[in-house]
């Protein structure tokens, strides 16, 4: 139980370094918080094969949806470092920091893929509009709802999806052995 609480509050530290550094023209410190993070996950957090592996599902994948959406205009990021039509590098730290909750803190969603679409629909606006409004590291297009929308279905897709693709990767015949 401690090391699942000690992962989300790992977590919210990464969450709060990425907005709050992007926010103030500190980007820099994302980044930096999520690959401590990363760090002692893989170090102590007793799961660095699993982690690893979703860790390279996650990162591409939720860069890609983010990149999407700024290329989309649908969302403006702060510090939009190496590109304003890709998200910026903080958003990838995120990726990796949330990655890594998939495996102990949230690892509960695995086998719930209708709670985990809810988390995602829920959860995904919820971030970025408290990122948005408490942080400035993000602006949200007007008008907001299609944009609120299309993070929350997207969102609602990519945490069960990041689930099965996970364990397709994971399966005895994804690692060449015929069952």
Not at 73 to 97: D, F, N
Request: charged share 10%.
């Amino acid at each position: 139980m401690w090391s699942k609480l000690a992962n989300a509050v790992g977590y919210q530290c990464v969450w709060f370094c990425c907005v709050a550094g992007a926010g103030s023209a500190h980007a820099w410190l994302g980044p930096l918080a999520a690959t401590l993070f990363a760090v002692l996950m893989i170090a102590y957090g007793g799961k660095a094969r699993s982690d690893l592996r979703m860790m390279t599902v996650a990162v591409p994948l939720g860069f890609a949806f983010d990149s999407v959406l700024a290329a989309s205009g649908c969302l403006h990021y702060a510090e939009a470092w190496p590109s304003t039509v890709l998200a910026p590098a903080w958003i990838g730290a995120l990726w990796l920091g949330f990655a890594l909750t998939l495996n102990h803190s949230l690892a509960f969603l695995r086998q719930k893929p209708m709670l985990s679409a809810a988390l995602g629909l829920i959860g995904g606006p919820l971030a970025y509009f408290s990122a948005e409004r408490g942080f400035h590291a993000v602006v949200i297009m007007t008008p907001r709802l299609p944009a609120l929308l299309v993070l929350a279905i997207g969102w609602a897709i990519l945490v069960p999806l990041l689930f099965c693709l996970d364990k397709k990767i994971n399966s005895p015949t994804a690692a060449g052995v015929v069952a």
